[in-house]
């Protein structure tokens, strides 16, 4: 039997970034970020129905773990230094038991461009890396250029492609799954 990781839940710091873990309070600046639609041209997530309904969200995703207790579920807001305003979140998904993780990440479409989501999926995999999560996954629309970009960027490497379970626009996408392995060193 495997031990479960201990992975702190924490704010996470960079040199332009706070990634806070999630909070209700956060809902107020995130709705606006993710009020979108051109956000999800390449996901199936909604957009949030209602401000009540994102701060519903964030308040069950405050503890950290799936209803069952089979995940943690690791949601962070990423917040510039310099003004403190929301700009989207990265989140982890761990099975409990595993030394892997599911990745995802979102940056509003006013902060795109400018290494933001880079420096913050960056912090989280040194994160997570320090914690002992030996192996990071992403699955990513095949015609999703920045999050590829992004995801090769940072060292992940495509290990398949395959047709997706998301119908949008009514075609279904094809997407491509990604893993970094974290090299540990025996003391």
């Known amino acids: 039997m495997s031990t479960p990781l201990a992975v702190p839940f924490i704010s996470i710091h960079t040199t332009r970034l706070t990634l806070e873990p999630v909070a ?6 995130m709705f606006a970020v ?3 639609p051109q956000l999800y041209r390449y996901m199936l997530s909604e957009i949030p129905d209602s401000l009540t309904s994102l701060r519903e969200r964030y308040r069950m995703l405050t503890r950290g773990l799936s209803p069952d207790g089979s995940e943690m579920w690791l949601n962070w807001i990423v917040v510039p230094r310099e003004d403190g305003v929301p700009i989207g979140y990265v989140q982890a998904t761990i099975p409990t ?3 892997s993780a599911l990745l995802g990440w979102t940056i509003g ?5 400018w290494g933001l989501a880079r420096e913050s999926v960056r912090a989280l995999c040194d994160h997570l890396a320090a914690a002992g999560v030996t192996e990071l996954h992403a699955t990513i629309d095949s015609r999703n250029a ?3 970009g992004l995801a090769e960027a940072l060292g ?3 290990e398949a492609t395959f ?3 998301d119908v949008l626009d009514g075609v279904r996408g094809t997407d491509h799954s990604y893993v ?3 090299q540990t060193t025996a003391p």
């Open 24 to 29: 209700e309070r956060h809902a107020d600046a």
């Open 34 to 36: 993710l009020d979108d």
């Open 97 to 99: 038991g595993e030394a």
């Open 109 to 113: 479409r006013h902060a795109q461009g």
């Open 146 to 148: 920045r999050s590829i």
């Open 156 to 158: 992940f490497v495509r």
């Open 163 to 165: 047709a997706s379970d």
């Open 180 to 182: 970094l392995r974290i």
